[in-house]
């Protein structure tokens, strides 16, 4: 009850309207074809900004070739989010294993309230299998350990996103760097849950860099400012009977994004079971939002076709969509 209220009172806050909807479609971002095989995970950490007064702790999972001795992946315990042990088809972990051959796109991961990156390692892990590398700071006072928790910091989050996102920028030409030369910098992504959702509708601010090129909203809805130009599209997960963050509160948002958008609906569920591998709706979640990025970042249009029927189960998962055909 806690969180809910935690919660409930960010939303009160912080959610503001924006400009009406229009159908405008961004030019595609371009570059090497979409993989059509699953990678082994690499991850590292790092901190960004680490002698400021606001250090940005970041955890990043990054394609890694299936070939070097495995690390078995362990599931972490949460109080926020409950995370079971991972599927049969967990990718392999490798800490500080080398990164793949190729530039990949890369999605800015933002977790929570009272919640880790770690926590949602079933989710971005299959990312990074699929091809992406995630990259999911730890925000300096929302986080499961912050001393000085405030919910209105979330307010300062976005920025958070975007200091990452010029780190990884300047980390891709950095000789020597394990990721540089691998960071496809002209095509991220911007994902989170709960008040990371918040948090993700932020960084698509008016003059937004293009650099941006989509977003997924899970269980979460806008900022004040959110969703206006550049052009982006955007994908809205969310469960009926959340009782954390309605679900009236993500139809808002998708209602007021701009351009071409979809709502994926799971009928009956929470604030986030669906995102535990085994759960009713973790496959269509997982293949929906795989099939999003693949598109919006790799321009891949057989994955955008295919999103509609992955995304949707009978009595499990319903689609809106206003994306293209």
Known sequence: MRLQRLVAALVTALLAGCGPATTEVPEPPTGQPSPQRAYAVGVRQFVVDPGSP??????????????????PATA??????????????????????????????????????????????????????AGFVVAAPTFPR????????????????PADGWR???????????RGDPLAGHLAVNRFGAAGHSAGGFTTAGMFTSGHSARL??????????????????????LFVHGSADPVVPEPVGRAGYARALGPAAFL????????????????????????????????????RAALRRLPADAQLSGVTTLTSRLPR
């Open 213 to 234: 090129h989509a977003g997924i909203v899970i269980a979460g809805g806008g900022l004040a400012g959110s969703f206006a130009g550049p052009i982006a599209p955007l």
């Open 164 to 174: 990452l996102i010029r780190h990884l920028v300047r980390l891709d030409a950095r």
């Open 54 to 71: 606001r250090p940005l702790p970041v955890t990043v999972w990054y394609p890694v070739e299936p070939t070097a001795p495995p690390v």
């Open 265 to 300: 609906s799971l009928p009956g569920q929470g604030h986030g079971e669906y995102l535990i591998p085994g759960r009713p709706g973790f496959v269509q979640v997982l293949a929906a939002t795989i099939d999003f990025l693949r598109w919006t970042l790799y321009d891949d």
């Open 76 to 129: 972490a315990p949460t109080l926020t989010m409950p995370v079971a042990t991972p599927s049969p088809s967990a990718p392999v972990v490798r800490p500080g294993a080398p990164v793949a051959a190729g530039r990949f796109p890369v999605v800015i991961y933002s977790h929570g309230l009272r919640s880790l990156p770690e926590l949602h390692a079933p989710l971005t892990t299959r990312w990074a299998a």
């Open 142 to 157: 929302t986080n499961l350990r912050a001393r000085d928790f405030t919910r209105a910091d979330v307010r300062n989050q």
